[in-house]
């Protein structure tokens, strides 16, 4: 998957999640060339949903050229399906074969509980 961003300050929160591992990030320099983040610059931390890509210790963000987009290629999503997600699959199947009308529910549901860790 490719995101694009304006700043590197975005990497901070990544609309996308599980970050599983990064293939590039790329950017246009502030002289205007295309240029490939080196890998040392930066590294993921955190997991699941709260992933994001920090400086390693003792690096800096480059400049970039007003107006251009910063390119991040990555792996994302699950290698395999939670088990929080799959037990919320099967109980909302399960109400809604039990109630067939599938009426409004008030208020939380056990399916909200068992994704509520998983949404975005």
């Known amino acids: 998957m490719t995101l694009r961003c304006s700043s590197f ?11 599983q591992s990064i293939a590039s990030i790329q950017y246009v320099d502030a002289d205007g060339d295309e240029q490939t983040l080196p890998e040392a610059v930066c590294e993921s931390w955190g997991d699941g949903l709260d992933a994001r890509i920090v400086l390693q210790a003792g690096q800096s963000w480059p400049a970039i050229a007003s107006g251009s987009w910063i390119t991040l290629t990555g792996l994302f999503g699950y290698a395999a399906v939670p088990p929080a997600v799959q037990q919320a699959i099967i109980r909302h199947a399960l109400d809604a074969d039990a109630s067939r009308e599938n009426p409004s529910a008030h208020g939380h549901t056990v399916f909200d509980f068992l994704m509520s860790n998983h949404r975005r």
């Open 9 to 19: 300050d975005d990497f901070a929160c990544l609309p996308e999640a599980p970050l």
